[in-house]
């Protein structure tokens, strides 16, 4: 009898521990996939050069980069911005982040995002790199087709091609963090069980 006891409570600490963690660990594996990504170029203003046309790396996982390098001539303005698109057919949660850099101190722009409203986060330049807080916007995933803009805009300077190199990152998380119908179920058993042993124990 003791040992039954004993085993009662380890089963219910076993279960409790699930309820805690295993949840949540099911809402989070496996992101939701990007696929079918592209980008195209938009010129702007001034002597506007792309060093290498945008490239992504990725695009059919749950994370993905966008990279590419800008030159702007001496003197004058230069403005200019990249579109992407690509495709998630499952409900999610998309992170975007920023990394570069950039040999103009008051290079800025944008990043837009639009996933039936319009999310824009601004990033600036310090200290060469560029900077931008991550943001997350949530995706329905139903209609698959997700687009965004990069911007940006370099003032007049006196040096000849001025870089920004620069990577757009995605990352995706699965937004529900509902168990997995088998994990429920096994649950759903496992308190069935503690039940018929607790009616053992004080039978």
């Not at 309820?19 to 996939?33: H, K, N």
């Amino acid at each position: 009898m003791k040992n039954l006891k004993v085993f009662y409570f380890l089963t219910l600490c076993a279960l409790c521990l699930y309820v805690a963690i295993g949840p949540a660990q099911a809402g989070t594996t496996g992101g939701a996939q990007i696929i079918n990504v592209g980008a195209g170029i938009v010129n702007g203003n001034g002597i506007l050069e792309w060093e290498t046309p945008p490239s992504w790396v990725g695009g059919n996982t749950d994370h993905a980069a966008l990279g590419f390098q800008v030159l702007c001539g001496d003197n004058v303005t230069c403005t200019g911005a990249v579109d992407f698109g690509f495709n998630i057919f499952q409900a999610a949660q998309v992170t975007i982040s920023l990394n570069g850099w950039s040999s103009s101190p008051d290079a800025t722009g944008t990043v837009a995002f639009y996933d039936g409203n319009k999310t824009t986060q601004t990033w600036t330049v310090a200290g060469g790199a560029l900077v931008m807080s991550p943001f997350t916007v949530p995706v329905p995933g139903s209609d698959g087709a997700y687009f965004g803009e990069f911007t940006f805009s370099m003032p007049a300077n006196s040096d000849l091609n001025v870089p920004i190199a620069t990577s757009l990152d995605f990352t995706t998380e699965p937004s529900s963090s509902t168990p997995e119908p088998g994990s429920a179920l096994l649950l759903g058993a496992g308190i069935a069980f503690v039940g018929f042993l607790r009616r053992k124990v004080h039978g």
